[in-house]
Structure formats: structure tokens, C-alpha cells
């Protein structure tokens, strides 16, 4: 059995990030996750919105790493070729007592390092944002929107190209000491290591403990969202926020999404299922209530999917009080580099986040630097963003560009082969989806999954029944209805 110098147990955002950093140091490095894919915990089911850090208490490592990773994010998204846009972002006012909370959020956001933040006026609303409701707003400019599914991907295919090795429907089951270094046992085979970092996201309680460090409480805070299509998006630049609760969070808010959709959501539910990803009728009675309070366009034809997210909150298992993130290394618990609770705003600050765990892991071992590495990732070319010229020349060159297998998101066939052939050789239609926008449009899917699922047969080699949509065991077809 090969020994890994490392072993990332997770591929969510937070695992990827911490990948990518590693590779810049000689290392072989393992990233172990359960799902077919990356990214389809948190990290795909969140609002993929670049926080500012106005909302966390002064001297958190939320506050901190937030503030951190925002002011780095416009290099990072053109060093990994991911779609992102410094949006800034308004939360809405209505009445005086909204305004004091506001003013709160304000030099707390100060007090963190937030830039810019200012408290502007009905007028000045409007000439930012139209379609905010609320009589006056504070207007944070460092806030911005990516699109999740890819930034983790991109992550992770950096990761890769650099030098580390994916292990794809790989489920820790157990972990034990064996002299220097450490089995990690799991559903498709043991691996052994000589580091082993948590970044297991919802179940990062469970894998701390299955480390040796035990005692971790996770809260599963679970939130839903409506989906609207993109005509409600049209010409809305900004997220719009509504004013904070007295108890701090922030309830419904709508954001545009990178590519023109725009959700509102969340609501925020406390769930024991931490696999929970069920919505309600009552939930998104709220949602259609509390949204069309503050963004106008809140319209029953614009509704196109709902889904819902679960964060993993670390939880004072006295007060159940929620904690800060915990990012650790121990004595008693040598070898292990353990992220516990990494939760909203783990999206922003993921980078920030991968760099600490780093640090610390060099604490305790020299790194030597790898010359080789490159921070440069370069994604799948979107043949809708191009101007006439160079769709001309795509297809020219390549007549899979002449033929669009998506029509609501104009997606075409060479896109689709691209994200078959991934790097990580995702084969799912969710893969595809993710990383296309294929099946995100107004029919979701209606006209295009089942093409795409018979590219995916044909391009890997896979029966009808073989073919999952996302997860293990989600199977799209059990057997020929003629014969």
C-alpha cells in the first residue's frame, strides 16, 4: 500500500482550496471525497455571493478570513478562469430601528477591515438598484457574486493539474495510528498517510472524532431558496438584502446569480439530518412572502426550481450557541490538521482558510517549495459569451460548436464533450450540468438531459442503467421499456 505525505478527507470548497495551496510544496498529496463529484455539499448549495465580513464579530477567524480572501478574489477568479463580478451589495432599510441595526452592521464591517461602507439614501438607491425595496440602505461595495459549482471545481482541477490525486466515491469509514502514520479506511479501499487534514464539511464533527479528536457538536442550519428566471433578473447588478433581525442573522434576501438568474432565499431552519435537502410548501410560502418585500419581481411565472442547503454551524454543545470556525492543530492528535464548522462565509474565504491550515501543518513539518506549480487553470469556453466573430471562427474550426444541445443557456456540443472529458473524469449528468449551465435554463432539462445523457454513454462507454444524475444510486434508467 503507496503512503500519501497528505490526505484531504472532503471535496467541498474548503478541501480544494487546501489542495491547491499544498501543491505548491513537494508533496503527494490525496484528496479522499464520498460523492461522485466536488462540490456537492455547502459548497454547491449556498447563494454565491464574495461576502464583505460586515456581519461577524471583531476578531473572529470568520471576520478575518473573510476580509482576507475578499481583497484577493479578482486575481484568484482570473488566475482560475471563473466567472465573478464585484457586485457590491445593499441592505434595505424600513424604519428607525432598522437603521440602528444597519449602523450596528456598519462598524462592526469597520471595525473588521470592510472598505467603503457607507449609508445611503432612497435616492441613491435607485440610481444603484431600482428594484430594492426599503426606504434607505447600507451599500457595501466589496461584496460581489461567483458562481460555486465552477469556482470549486476550478479549484480542484488546479489541484490536480499540479500534482494531486482524486479519489472520487471514496467514503472515510475509519481512521487509526499505525507507527508513524495513519490508515484512513474507506469504502473502496485503505490509504495510509503520513498527514491527514478534516475538511469535511456537515460531517466534520464525526470525521474529527473518527481522528481522535471527539466533541465537536455540528448544527445542521438548513435553508431554502426559490430559483427565478432570468427575465426577473434582467438589469438587476446587485444583491439586495433585507434589514437584519434583532437576533443578527439576516432573513429572505435576493441575489443575482452570475449568469442572470436571480435567487431568493434563504430561510433558516434547524435540521438533525444533515442530508436533509427536502423544501416545503410552508418554507416557500415564506420565501414568496418575506422576498416580495424587498425586490419587486417576486412573481409566481418567474419561479423555475427551488432547492435547499444545509451549513454546518459548530455548536457550543452547553448553550448550543453557535462558535467560531476551528482551525487546529493538537499534540494529542499528531499528524491530523483538523477544520471543524467552516461555514458562511466558507465560500469567500476559502483560500484564506487552505493558507491557515498550511501554516499550521508547517509548524510542525518543514515544506519545501515545488517550483513547478502554476496558479493557472484555464475552464471551459462559453460559446454564448462570445461576440458573432468568434462564434464564427469557434465553429469554423470545430463544427461541435455548431450545434446547440442546450437551447435555454445556448449551449453547445463541444461544451458538453469538454466537461464529459473533465479532468477529474466526473462522468454524471450533474457533472456536466455544473460545469455547462446546461440544464439551468427555463425548461431544466426538459429538451437537453436526454442528449447529454447519451453523450455521456457514448463519450465513457456506460449502459442507460449505469448513467447517475448526481449522487450514488441515482440512476436515471432501470431497464428498457420496449424491446
Partial sequence: MECFDVLIIGGGVIGNAVARELMRYKLRLGLLEKEPDVGTGA??????????????????????LCVEANAEFDRVARELDVPFRRTGKLVVGFTEEDRARLLHYKAIGEQNGVPGL?????????????????????????SGILNPFLYTIALAENAHA??????????????????????VVTTRGDFLARWVINCA????????????????????FKGEYFVLDKRAGEGVNIPIYPPPRPDGGFPTHATPTIDGNMLVGPNSLWTDDLTDYTVTRASLAELIEDGGKMFSRMKPEYFIRNFAGIRPKRMDPATRRPLDFLIETRDDAPGIVNLVGIESPGLTSAL?????????????????????????????????????????????????????????????????????RNPLEVATVNGVKNRTRAMMGRCQGGYCQTRITEMIMEEC???????????????????????
Wanted: aromatic letters at 6%; a positive charge.
Fill in 461 to 483: 462507454g456506460k449502459a442507460p442503467t449505469e448513467v447517475l444524475l448526481g449522487k450514488p444510486g441515482s440512476t436515471l434508467f432501470t431497464g428498457r421499456v420496449r424491446p
Fill in 352 to 420: 484564506a482558510v487552505a493558507r491557515m491550515a498550511v501554516r499550521l501543518l508547517a509548524t510542525r513539518e518543514p515544506l519545501e517549495k515545488n517550483p513547478l506549480f502554476t496558479p493557472l487553470r484555464k475552464g471551459i469556453l462559453r460559446f454564448a459569451d462570445q461576440d458573432e466573430t468568434t462564434r464564427r471562427r469557434l465553429i469554423e474550426e470545430n463544427p461541435d460548436y455548431g450545434e446547440i444541445i442546450c437551447r435555454c443557456e445556448c449551449v453547445t456540443r463541444a461544451e458538453i464533450l469538454a466537461a464529459i
Fill in 118 to 142: 457607507e449609508m445611503i439614501d432612497r435616492k441613491r438607491m435607485d440610481a444603484i438598484e431600482p428594484a430594492a425595496g426599503g426606504n434607505f440602505a447600507m451599500y457595501s461595495p466589496s
Fill in 43 to 64: 459548497s454547491g448549495r449556498n447563494t454565491g455571493m464574495l461576502h464583505a465580513g460586515f456581519s461577524y464579530a471583531p476578531g473572529s477567524l470568520r471576520a478575518k
Fill in 201 to 220: 464539511g456537515l460531517h466534520s464533527g464525526r470525521v474529527s472524532a473518527m481522528l481522535g479528536l471527539p466533541g465537536h457538536t455540528i448544527g445542521g
Fill in 162 to 183: 499540479n500534482g494531486a490525486e482524486y479519489f472520487l466515491e471514496h467514503e472515510v469509514l475509519d481512521s487509526r495510528h499505525e507507527g508513524r502514520v495513519r490508515r
